[in-house]
């Protein structure tokens, strides 16, 4: 890992903040939390700048439209994003981060000249179809099933917790397509468009509002065989490759968000009144934000490591396991120390009296989520645990 800046990858820098300093100013107002129309239209046509500038699929490679920057480069490119104040992905994170890397890897030639293009301009939006009511951490165990007919799948089930279902074209489904084979061998990884007859999507409300994720039920759904990736009852491999993306490079974005959210903490402290002074004139206050940036700095240099593996090898690994609990602890101790700063002040969801804590307590309530989705910090560490350190299995 090296971790000078070469001149190339200073120049990507300046002309990128360039551009952004140009390309922010014609953005529109970013639309209500809960108006989903809007949400979609803001985030395509901030993914379609990206990539009309030829910043969309920074990490992708070029041959599937991407840029195909170095990892050093992609890495810059989120500093810059995230200190400029661009929006995030937001619905684009399916596709741009997880299924579009997931189609590249395992993908058929037709799948990738299909799919990968539309993701990149923001004119295709994907959501995740894995979880079921009776299948979260026990993935493997899901229930849906998917019945051949000729060279289509009849698909009948229902998911649960599917980010963006109600502004999706796309799903990237799991189904059970042999019920006799042991549970990680009868499942495959299906592309599903959202607008077959016979989905319902039910939104689900969450505790800040707005509603993230949904139900969908699924009943005679018809897809195509070849909407399949990878092999028939081979799945369980093509999703992993999938949480590779989804655990790794996916939030290496919300870490640089993360850093910008503890400076946002420092200038709270600084104006919440404590006594005489300030909550930044208590040095245990001091010593908590500062032993939060250095984790900051840490997982940030375990990021590079993650990128760099996944450059030389295709995917991330397990090495992701460690990056994505450790982020999700450290969420949450930011969270908790948010809260103790802001004292009573922290009740409310909006800025009270002019401190910036609207942002902080919905960052509390965010790191909640963190630990739970793509894999929750306890399957996290089981992953550690036998995977990585080869500790005996735990009994099933
Ligand atoms: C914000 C958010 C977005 C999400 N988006 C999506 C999405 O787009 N698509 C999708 O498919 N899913 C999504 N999910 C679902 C997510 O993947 C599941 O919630 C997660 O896998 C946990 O499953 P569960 O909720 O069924 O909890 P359970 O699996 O029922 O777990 C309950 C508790 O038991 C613990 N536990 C379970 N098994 C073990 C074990 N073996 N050892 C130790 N502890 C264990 C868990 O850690 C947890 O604390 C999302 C979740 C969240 C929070």
Redesign the pocket.
């Given at each position: 890992m090296d971790l000078r800046y070469s001149e190339s990858e200073q120049r990507f820098r300046s002309d990128l903040r360039a551009w952004l300093s140009e390309a922010l100013l014609t953005l529109p107002p970013k639309p209500a939390d809960d108006d989903w129309a809007g949400r979609r239209a803001f985030d395509t046509s901030w993914q379609r700048m990206l990539f009309d500038a030829g910043y969309a699929g920074i990490d992708w490679p070029t041959e599937y439209g991407g840029r195909g920057a170095t990892p050093t480069e992609a890495l810059i490119f989120l500093e810059e994003t995230e200190a400029a104040g661009a929006p995030y992905v937001g619905v684009n994170f399916?596709g741009s981060l997880h299924a579009g890397p997931t189609i590249i890897a395992d993908g058929t030639p037709e799948q990738k000249a299909r799919y990968l293009e539309p993701i990149l301009r923001g004119d295709e939006v994907w959501?995740?179809?894995?979880?079921e009511p009776g299948?979260?951490?026990?993935?493997a165990s899901l229930q849906t099933r998917a019945v051949r007919d000729g060279d289509h799948y009849v698909v009948t089930g229902a998911?649960?917790?599917?980010?963006?279902a109600q502004v999706a074209d796309f799903c990237e489904l799991l189904v059970r397509t042999d019920p006799d084979a042991p549970k990680h061998r009868g499942i495959s990884w299906l592309i599903l468009p959202m607008d077959t007859p016979g989905i319902e999507v039910r939104p689900l409300r969450t505790i800040v509002g707005s509603s993230?994720?949904s139900e969908v039920f699924l009943t005679d759904v018809r897809v195509p065989v070849e909407n399949r990736v990878g092999e028939e009852n081979d799945g369980w491999r093509v999703a992993m490759i999938t949480f590779s993306f989804e655990r790794g490079t996916a939030f290496v974005g919300e870490l640089a968000q993360t850093g910008r959210l503890l400076r946002g903490l420092v200038e709270v402290a600084k104006q919440v009144r404590r006594g005489e002074g300030s909550a930044w004139d208590d040095p245990g206050i001091r010593r908590e934000i500062g032993h939060l940036a250095a984790e900051v700095d840490a997982l940030w240099a375990l990021t590079k490591r993650n990128i760099t593996r996944a450059e030389q090898t295709g995917s991330p690994g397990l090495g992701v396991s460690v990056s994505k609990l450790a982020y999700s602890e450290l969420r949450h101790r930011l969270g908790d120390l948010a809260i103790r700063i802001l004292g009573r002040w922290g009740l409310s969801l909006d800025d009270v009296a002019g401190v910036p804590g609207g942002e902080q307590v919905r960052g509390w309530f965010y790191a909640m989520?963190v630990s739970?989705?793509?894999?929750?910090?306890?399957?996290q560490r089981?992953i550690v645990a036998e995977r990585i350190l080869g500790l005996p299995k735990?009994p099933s």
């Open positions: 399916v959501c995740q179809g894995f979880s299948a979260g951490s026990d993935l998911k649960i917790w599917t980010s963006f993230e994720f989520s739970i989705a793509a894999g929750t910090s306890q399957v089981n735990e």
